[in-house]
């Protein structure tokens, strides 16, 4: 007498039903924790050139500048106020208020995810950063905000000092 192995249609039901229910619980979870991770590393990755730019000014005695750059192949401020496009960080060692590329180039951060968009409080395409380490214009707030609404936006304010505090979570629109 020979049995046959396997499984049955009703075990094999069972079982896509169960995965089914798995997958319908876990992959919104899943997605909004990418959301997450991808919106902290933005924010992150604003921080820590805020801080490399602060760090290298005090360091060199000279300013530092954080600008919009919407070529990363061919960095330059391009004027524009629209932080997504990416930014560069750059000290002015000869004082002529001129990036001169590539020995003054600090940093060259690429265009944010799609999803992604930032907003300073007032609409600036750089940010200055003197030789003692403050800002030129201090109390700035940038947000930090994906595709979705409510609380879950990050929101970044500068100091006169060039110290950076994570405020609260954000709400976006």
């Given at each position: 007498?020979?049995?046959?192995?396997?499984?049955?249609?009703?075990?094999l039901l069972?079982?896509?039903?169960?995965?089914?229910?798995?997958?319908?619980?876990?992959?919104?979870?899943?997605?909004?924790?990418?959301?997450?991770?991808?919106?902290?590393?933005?924010?992150?990755?604003?921080?820590?050139?805020?801080?490399?730019?602060?760090?290298?000014?005090?360091?060199?005695?000279?300013?530092?500048?954080?600008?919009?750059?919407?070529?990363?192949?061919?960095?330059?401020?391009?004027?524009?106020?629209?932080?997504?496009?990416?930014?560069?960080?750059?000290?002015?060692?000869?004082?002529?208020?001129?990036?001169?590329?590539?020995?003054?180039?600090?940093?060259?951060?690429?265009?944010?995810?799609?999803?992604?968009?930032?907003?300073?409080?007032?609409?600036?395409?750089?940010?200055?950063?003197?030789?003692?380490?403050?800002?030129?214009?201090?109390?700035?707030?940038?947000?930090?905000?994906?595709?979705?609404?409510?609380?879950?936006?990050?929101?970044?304010?500068?100091?006169?000092?060039?110290?950076v505090s994570?405020?609260?979570?954000?709400?976006?629109?």
């Open positions: 007498m020979n049995k046959e192995r396997g499984f049955t249609l009703i075990e069972v079982a896509l039903a169960i995965a089914a229910i798995l997958l319908t619980t876990g992959v919104p979870s899943m997605r909004d924790m990418i959301r997450n991770n991808r919106l902290s590393a933005a924010t992150n990755t604003l921080v820590s050139s805020l801080h490399m730019a602060r760090s290298e000014a005090i360091k060199q005695g000279r300013n530092a500048t954080i600008c919009v750059s919407d070529d990363p192949a061919n960095p330059g401020c391009s004027g524009q106020n629209n932080w997504q496009l990416g930014w560069i960080v750059w000290v002015d060692s000869d004082a002529d208020g001129v990036l001169d590329a590539p020995g003054e180039l600090i940093r060259v951060v690429e265009p944010l995810p799609s999803t992604i968009n930032v907003t300073l409080s007032a609409a600036q395409s750089s940010l200055q950063i003197d030789s003692q380490g403050a800002i030129s214009s201090p109390n700035i707030t940038l947000t930090l905000c994906d595709d979705r609404t409510g609380e879950t936006g990050r929101q970044l304010r500068i100091m006169a000092t060039g110290g994570l405020n609260s979570q954000a709400t976006c629109s």
